[in-house]
């Protein structure tokens, strides 16, 4: 049977490339089932939902339908994604502590 966590208290940072704000503590949704994730959070009264799979182990290649978008996260630790995120022109880093 294929093991699923979900972390419904999670948040994440967000640097951006460039001049732009740290943007820091958004809350999102982790949800781990086998080798598939998908991270969630809610922005402008809408849900925009990356998801992907695992490449290697801790390793996983997210896209976004709307806004589109495509991602990496790294398993760092326990409790703790890393990775990067194009979206359009935009692109950064992000840091998501689970909870």
Request: hydrophobic share 30%; glycine share 8%; proline share 4%.
């Amino acid at each position: 049977m294929t093991e699923t966590t979900v972390w419904n208290d999670s948040a994440y940072d967000t640097f951006y490339y460039g001049n732009a704000p740290v943007s820091a503590d958004n809350p999102c949704r982790v949800h781990i089932h086998g080798d598939k994730l998908i991270l969630s959070y809610e922005q402008d009264r809408a849900v925009v939902s990356y998801s992907g799979a695992e490449y290697e182990p801790g390793h996983y290649r997210l896209t976004c339908v709307e806004p589109r978008a495509h991602a990496t996260l790294h398993r760092e630790d326990e409790n703790t994604l890393v990775g990067t995120w194009v979206e359009g022109s935009r692109k950064g880093l992000w840091l998501v502590k689970l909870g």
